[in-house]
């Protein structure tokens, strides 16, 4: 967003909400942590988006500030881990997921930067992507003691193939934009700076349409997404009962010392 625009949004805890061109723009704002969302931050853009599809705005957009998009949950809480804290942040993820996925607009996600673990888990949800050139997207999960259940190890899938799903799902690795854009991941790739025009070109050509008629295209397009649901929550069962594990604090320790982890062998799993 712009300067102007930053100046007229409203501040919510850690996001910007502003209305431009006929959309709400949903901004990530805390890039002292590559926009990485705690339970309450999560709460925040729920809440926003909630708003949002209440009105008659065409299309939701969510972004980040500054160079990233959005690096998932804070991982702060992992080194030292509080069960109802990070329960309410896995299953929190889930309802803001949800929640781009029932909206009866089109949720696009105006990837700026970074998207990595849950915040490419977010670009999977949302309707549609757009990133800049320097954007690059991929998995942390496995790396610092997670799993990506809510994306990234299933509806990722349908988009990119299993197998190279689960490449990225099990090493972690980054890929550029325009990688992501060849393998189906986004829709579009466009020169840094540029951003904002293209999507607001997006929007002005989703406001031809019939809301009505658009909402029906997008709730009917969930079909894999609400397939895989059971399969969400089963996932998200078995990361709480992960919660404290000798892995979960030995990755995330390794993470903000920035270090390579020593995970444990699987006989002393």
Same mark, same amino acid.
């Given at each position: !967003?712009?300067?102007?625009?930053?100046?007229?949004?409203?501040? #919510?805890?850690? %996001?910007? %909400?502003?209305?431009?061109?006929?959309?709400?723009?949903?901004?990530?704002?805390?890039?002292?942590?590559? =926009?990485?969302?705690?339970?309450? !931050?999560?709460?925040?853009?729920?809440?926003?988006?909630?708003?949002?599809?209440?009105?008659?705005?065409?299309?939701? %957009?969510?972004?980040?500030?500054?160079?990233?998009?959005?690096?998932?949950?804070?991982?702060? =809480?992992?080194?030292?881990?509080?069960?109802?804290?990070?329960?309410? !942040?896995?299953?929190?993820?889930?309802?803001?997921?949800? #929640?781009?996925?029932?909206?009866?607009?089109?949720?696009?996600?105006? &990837?700026?930067?970074?998207?990595?673990?849950?915040?490419?888990?977010?670009?999977?949800?949302?309707?549609?992507? %757009?990133?800049?050139?320097?954007?690059?997207?991929? *998995?942390?999960?496995?790396?610092? /003691?997670?799993?990506? &259940?809510?994306?990234?190890?299933?509806?990722?899938?349908?988009?990119?193939?299993?197998?190279?799903?689960?490449?990225?799902?099990?090493?972690? /690795?980054?890929?550029?934009?325009?990688?992501?854009?060849?393998?189906?991941?986004? =829709?579009? &790739?466009?020169?840094?700076?540029?951003?904002?025009?293209?999507?607001?070109?997006?929007?002005?050509?989703?406001?031809?349409?019939?809301? +009505?008629?658009?909402?029906?295209?997008?709730?009917?397009? $969930?079909?894999?997404? $609400?397939?895989? +649901?059971?399969?969400? &929550?089963?996932?998200?069962?078995?990361?709480? *009962?992960?919660?404290?594990?000798?892995? !979960?604090?030995? /990755?995330?320790?390794?993470?903000?010392?920035?270090? +390579?982890?020593?995970?444990?062998?699987?006989?002393?799993?």
């Amino acid at each position: !967003m712009t300067d102007t625009d930053h100046r007229d949004a409203k501040q #919510q805890d850690d %996001v910007l %909400v502003a209305e431009r061109a006929g959309a709400t723009w949903i901004t990530l704002n805390r890039p002292d942590r590559k =926009n990485a969302y705690d339970p309450q !931050m999560c709460a925040s853009i729920v809440a926003a988006i909630k708003q949002a599809a209440a009105s008659d705005v065409t299309a939701i %957009v969510i972004t980040g500030t500054q160079d990233s998009f959005c690096a998932g949950g804070f991982l702060a =809480n992992l080194a030292e881990p509080d069960v109802h804290e990070l329960r309410s !942040m896995f299953f929190g993820s889930l309802e803001l997921f949800e #929640q781009i996925r029932t909206a009866p607009q089109p949720v696009i996600a105006a &990837v700026n930067g970074v998207a990595a673990g849950g915040g490419n888990e977010l670009v999977v949800a949302c309707d549609l992507a %757009v990133a800049v050139e320097s954007a690059w997207f991929g *998995q942390t999960g496995v790396k610092i /003691g997670s799993a990506p &259940v809510l994306g990234g190890t299933n509806m990722l899938a349908m988009t990119i193939g299993e197998k190279r799903a689960k490449e990225v799902a099990f090493l972690c /690795g980054r890929y550029p934009a325009r990688e992501a854009l060849e393998m189906g991941w986004i =829709n579009r &790739v466009v020169p840094d700076g540029e951003l904002e025009a293209a999507v607001d070109g997006i929007v002005a050509q989703l406001a031809q349409m019939s809301p +009505r008629y658009l909402e029906i295209a997008k709730i009917s397009s $969930n079909l894999w997404w $609400n397939s895989a +649901r059971d399969n969400y &929550v089963s996932g998200l069962g078995m990361l709480v *009962q992960a919660i404290g594990s000798k892995d !979960m604090r030995e /990755g995330a320790t390794a993470f903000l010392e920035k270090r +390579r982890p020593s995970f444990t062998t699987r006989g002393d799993l």
